[in-house]
T-cell receptor
Framework: EAGVAQSPRYKIIEKRQSVAFWCNPISGHATLYWYQQILGQGPKLLIQFQNNGVVDDSQLPKDRFSAERLKGVDSTLKIQPAKLEDSAVYLC??????????????FGPGTRLTVL | DQQVKQNSPSLSVQEGRISILNCDYTNSMFDYFLWYKKYPAEGPTFLISISSIKDKNEDGRFTVFLNKSAKHLSLHIVPSQPGDSAVYFCAAFGNTGNQFYFGTGTSLTVIP
């Protein structure tokens, strides 16, 4: 079974530039998550999709971050414009379902973003 | 608002000995707890979990203990092996928030 795919693996940009990350979840997984992991901290949920609808985006800085999951499969996360404090690893995860019952999340390898 | 805390950023243990990783949480509504293991340049992978209705769950060399009154859980690895060297994250899930909360991680080094 193929895992969660993410690209690119590494990205270096200057502040005020734009950047986009791509995620392909495990086939059949309805729920997709984007996490931000800053160095020395645990992953923090940015946004959660159930199929192509947003379940939770309460911690997404909506003035600069946006995400979409067209057709309920692949997803893109965009930052525009980037700030120095956006330097982090961006993790994508997927699970079979969500809701009030725990479902195991499978993580991709992440995209390491460096903003100079 | 750090609802899940891992107060030890690092831990070194001799091969064959026991590794004990600790985690504290603040929200009594959490009802499911997990440990994830993360190698460099890889995403976290699920290791072991425990429901709030239990106080212990064992899987091979890995055992997770939950003390609800103290809002504390721990991961025991016995015996520790060099391949266990990784960053370990504890995470909590609550059906009210429908969200995972991760701790800051503990970097475990098992010395051969």
């Amino acid at each position: 079974e193929a895992g969660v795919a993410q690209s690119p693996r590494y990205k270096i940009i200057e502040k005020r530039q734009s950047v986009a990350f791509w995620c392909n979840p495990i086939s059949g997984h309805a729920t997709l998550y984007w996490y931000q992991q800053i160095l020395g901290q645990g992953p923090k949920l940015l946004i959660q999709f159930q199929n192509n609808g947003v379940v939770d985006d309460s911690q997404l800085p909506k003035d600069r971050f946006s995400a979409e999951r067209l057709k309920g499969v692949d997803s893109t996360l965009k930052i525009q414009p980037a700030k120095l404090e956006d330097s982090a690893v961006y993790l994508c995860a997927s699970s079979f379902a969500s809701g009030t019952t725990y479902n195991e999340q499978f993580f991709g390898p992440g995209t390491r973003l460096t903003v100079l | 608002d750090q609802q899940v805390k891992q107060n030890s950023p690092s831990l070194s243990v001799q091969e064959g000995r026991i590794s004990i990783l600790n985690c504290d949480y603040t929200n009594s509504m959490f009802d499911y707890f997990l440990w994830y293991k993360k190698y460099p340049a890889e995403g976290p992978t699920f290791l072991i979990s425990i429901s709030s209705i239990k106080d212990k769950n064992e899987d091979g060399r890995f055992t997770v203990f939950l003390n609800k009154s103290a809002k504390h859980l721990s991961l025991h690895i016995v015996p520790s092996q060099p391949g266990d060297s990784a960053v370990y994250f504890c995470a909590a899930f609550g059906n009210t928030g429908n969200q995972f909360y991760f701790g800051t991680g503990t970097s475990l080094t098992v010395i051969p």
